[in-house]
């Protein structure tokens, strides 16, 4: 494996407003944190979530932050290694492909 990456999901408590049937962003985190770590078991990744509307400090979280809400994008927001993997609806198999980018392997 080449390095531990870091995966941000961006979200919101209020769901999409055109993501109405989906699930939340709290929830897309959680089930993708939980596939990640069954997928990849004992290789080290770091996920976090973070709220769009009560951001951490840290600088380029903030200002992703705010680029969501600027631009309107439908969140859940996965960012991986701080490339979109996917936006409203994430895809695990596109997560999975960018994983194994860096090495990760099906155990």
């Not at 919101?12 to 985190?29: D, G, R």
Request: aromatic content about 12%; hydrophobic content about 35%; glycine content about 4%.
């Amino acid at each position: 494996m080449k390095k531990e990456v870091e995966i941000v999901v961006y979200g919101a408590t209020q769901l999409c407003p055109s993501c109405v049937n989906l699930p939340s962003s709290k929830e897309t985190y959680e089930w993708l944190e939980a596939a990640l770590a069954r997928k990849y078991a004992d290789q080290p990744f770091y996920i976090s979530y973070v709220d769009i509307h009560n951001p951490p400090e840290e600088a380029d979280k903030k200002e992703f932050a705010q680029r969501v809400i600027d631009e309107d994008m439908f969140y859940p927001v996965v960012l991986l290694e701080n490339e979109i993997v996917g936006e409203g609806n994430p895809k695990l198999k596109t997560i999975y492909a960018e994983m194994e980018k860096y090495g990760y392997q099906e155990v």
